[in-house]
C-alpha cells in the first residue's frame, strides 16, 4: 500500500478510536474481508494465551474467566474482537464498544465463514463446547457492537471483565476514559489491558522521534494519534480512577535511535522509556 494511503487509514482508525468520527466513518467491508489478518482464526485467542500467561508468571493466581460472565471491549474492531471467544467460554454477554462499527460486517457471509473457523479451531483446542449452530446463535444473541466512545459509555449494567487490545494509548483523555470504565465495571472486575508504547510509525524503530524532543513538540510534528503516556502514567491513572491495578511487561526495547531530550529524562526512568509494551490487569487480592 502507498504510504499515502497507509497513513489516511491509520488516521482515520485513530479518529474513531478517540470517538471523533463522522458520517461514514465506519468499517469497510472490503477492506475487512480482504485481510488476511483479521480473518486469521486463531488470531484472538493467541493474544489471550500469550497474555494469560505473561500475567501467570509474576501472579500465578490470575486468570480470565468468561463463563457466566458480562464482558465489555474497547476498540474491539470490525469482528467482535474477543468476543467470539467470550462467547464460546459461556459469557452471558459480550458489548465491543467500538465507534467505527460497521453493522453490515456482522451480516456478510464472510463473517458467518470466519466466526465458523474461529469455532473449529477453538474446539479443536479445547473440545467441542457446544456446537456450531449452537455457537453462532449464541454469538448473535449475545454480542453486540455499540459505536459509543468510552468516554460516554453508559451501559445498563456494570461489566464483570474488561478488555482492550491496543487501544488506551490512542485515547486523548484517558482520566475520563478510566473513570467512565469503572463505573461500567463490577467492583472486583477482572480487567487486562494491552498498551502499545511505541510511535506506531515505524515497527523497526518504536520509539524513533518521540524522546528525541518534548512531548507536545512531537504531537505537533505527528498529531495526538497517540497520547505519548508513559507506563507509570497510566497505571497512575489507573488508581487514582479507582482501580486495584497492576503493571506487567511485556517486553522491552534494548536501545534507542535517538539521544534521549531532557523533558523525558527527568520525569521518567530508563527502565520505563524504553517499555514498548505492557500488560495493566487488576491485581489478585490473594
Known amino acids: 500500500m502507498p504510504p499515502r494511503d497507509s497513513v489516511r487509514k491509520l488516521q482515520k482508525k485513530m479518529r474513531l478510536v478517540m470517538g471523533r468520527q463522522t458520517a461514514g466513518d465506519q468499517f469497510d467491508p472490503d477492506e475487512v474481508f480482504s485481510s488476511s489478518k483479521e480473518l486469521r482464526a486463531s488470531r484472538m485467542m493467541n ?41 464460546f467460554f459461556g459469557c452471558t454477554k459480550y458489548v465491543n464498544a467500538e465507534p467505527s462499527h460497521n453493522p ?38 449475545r454480542a453486540h457492537a455499540n459505536r459509543t466512545p468510552v468516554e460516554t459509555f453508559a451501559p445498563e449494567r456494570q461489566f464483570d ?32 489491558h494491552l498498551v502499545d508504547f511505541g510511535n506506531h510509525r515505524d515497527p523497526m524503530q518504536p520509539f524513533r522521534g518521540i524522546y528525541a524532543q518534548p512531548r507536545d513538540a512531537y504531537i505537533a510534528a505527528h498529531g495526538d494519534m497517540i497520547n505519548l503516556l508513559r507506563p507509570c502514567d497510566v497505571l497512575e491513572r489507573f488508581e487514582r480512577n479507582g482501580f486495584l491495578a497492576a503493571m506487567v511487561p511485556y517486553y522491552a526495547w534494548e536501545t534507542l535511535s535517538d539521544p534521549i531530550h531532557a523533558w523525558w529524562e527527568s520525569r521518567y526512568t530508563r527502565e520505563h522509556l524504553l517499555l514498548k509494551a505492557v500488560l495493566f490487569v487488576n491485581r489478585p487480592m490473594h
Open 161 to 192: 471483565v474488561v478488555l482492550s487490545n491496543s487501544t488506551l494509548e490512542h485515547i486523548r483523555d484517558l482520566d475520563h476514559a478510566l473513570f467512565r470504565l469503572r463505573t461500567a465495571s463490577v467492583p472486583d472486575v477482572t480487567f487486562i
Open 47 to 87: 493474544f489471550l494465551w500469550r497474555y494469560e500467561r505473561i500475567v501467570q508468571r509474576q501472579f500465578p493466581k490470575w486468570e480470565l474467566d468468561f463463563a457466566g460472565k458480562r464482558v465489555l471491549e474497547i476498540g474491539g474492531g470490525p469482528l467482535l474482537g474477543f468476543g467470539p471467544v467470550a462467547v
Open 104 to 141: 453490515s460486517i456482522l451480516t456478510h457471509p464472510k463473517a458467518t465463514w470466519y466466526f465458523t473457523c474461529v469455532y473449529h479451531d477453538l474446539s479443536a483446542v479445547f473440545g467441542a463446547r457446544m456446537t456450531q449452530r449452537a455457537f453462532l446463535d449464541a454469538l448473535a444473541e
